[in-house]
């Protein structure tokens, strides 16, 4: 019986090495990585790491981003997914052996990609701010939307013009966030995949807690203040790349606290303390002004008000 048992899981440790080995070189080699990869990839990874140690998953890693490297040429691809892979694989491991919550785990995994952002954004060239924008105004061209703007709101030709030129630049100057909020969503689905594979595969739990509990480290409101200090200082010196640092941690941290904020806000609306007047009162400002949601999940990252005690 134990031998059976023994090669069953000497078996599965196989499967998840060829996986982790096999799925981004090929992907690599066919030029296909995308969402599927990006998601599917974490997981034997992370299963190497919890069955033979955060060593094994690192040497793992390395020997997959030489691999991808030989077969791409492309070095931006393999340091900027190569990081990824090994950066939320870590995050992961150690969350399993420390006891970390949902959130923690993802705060740390996160931020290996700020380096996939900045090489995506530093392949493009210094002056990647200007390119994307003509690229996105030449797409809004393409598209009629001017003379859309011209029949239906009737502007001029020079105003829709101007119009358009703000619209492709703010397009090009959030490229950076949306291109984070896509590794968020990413590290989520990681995270639903690595908690289904280790419960079925090593019977080991990975509770997320109820959307009502959901919280970040209270250390991870600094990047909201330096995104506010960046944007500051930016319009201050006229400094147009600090101004674009500030643009995307706002939005980053808009949309996260956003979420952290209806979490906090159903807690309190169930809450039987709170007023039941104040509880509408509540309603009909968020109804009107939505900010407010991420205003309540900024402050709540320091201030805490469900008292939800830090992860180890």
Request: overall charge positive; glycine content about 10%; charged content about 10%.
């Amino acid at each position: 019986m134990s031998k059976a048992l023994s090669r069953k899981e000497l078996a599965k440790d196989a499967l998840a090495l060829v996986l982790a080995l096999g799925l981004p070189v090929l992907a690599a080699d066919l030029n296909v990585w995308g969402f599927f990869v990006d998601i599917c990839a974490v997981v034997p990874f992370v299963w190497i790491g919890v069955r033979r140690g955060k060593a094994a998953a690192i040497g793992l890693a390395l020997l997959a981003v030489v691999g991808v490297y030989l077969v791409s040429r492309n070095l931006v691809l393999t340091l900027g997914n190569g990081m990824v892979l090994l950066g939320v694989s870590l995050s992961f491991v150690l969350g399993l052996e420390r006891g970390w919550k949902p959130g923690k785990m993802l705060f740390w995994g996160s931020l290996m990609w700020i380096p996939f952002v900045v090489l995506s954004i530093g392949s493009v060239g210094q002056d990647w701010l200007t390119q994307l924008q003509n690229a996105y105004l030449e797409m809004f061209q393409q598209s009629d939307m001017q003379q859309m703007l011209i029949s239906s709101q009737g502007l001029g030709a020079s105003q829709t013009q101007d119009w358009l030129q703000k619209v492709s630049w703010i397009a090009a100057a959030i490229y950076p966030a949306i291109l984070y909020l896509y590794g968020l969503v990413t590290m989520v689905v990681n995270f639903l995949l690595v908690k289904a594979v280790m419960k079925r595969g090593m019977g080991l739990g990975l509770e997320i807690g109820p959307f009502m509990r959901w919280t970040l480290p209270w250390y991870a409101v600094w990047g909201a203040i330096a995104g506010l200090a960046a944007y500051l200082a930016g319009d201050n010196w006229n400094l147009t790349w600090l101004i674009v640092v500030g643009i995307n941690l706002g939005l980053v941290y808009a949309v996260i606290c956003l979420v952290l904020g209806l979490s906090v806000a159903i807690h309190l609306f169930v809450s039987p303390r709170i007023p039941f007047l104040l509880k509408i009162i509540f309603v009909i400002l968020v109804l009107i002004n939505p900010l407010i949601l991420s205003l309540l999940g900024l402050f709540d990252m320091v201030m805490n008000f469900r008292k939800i005690p830090e992860s180890a």
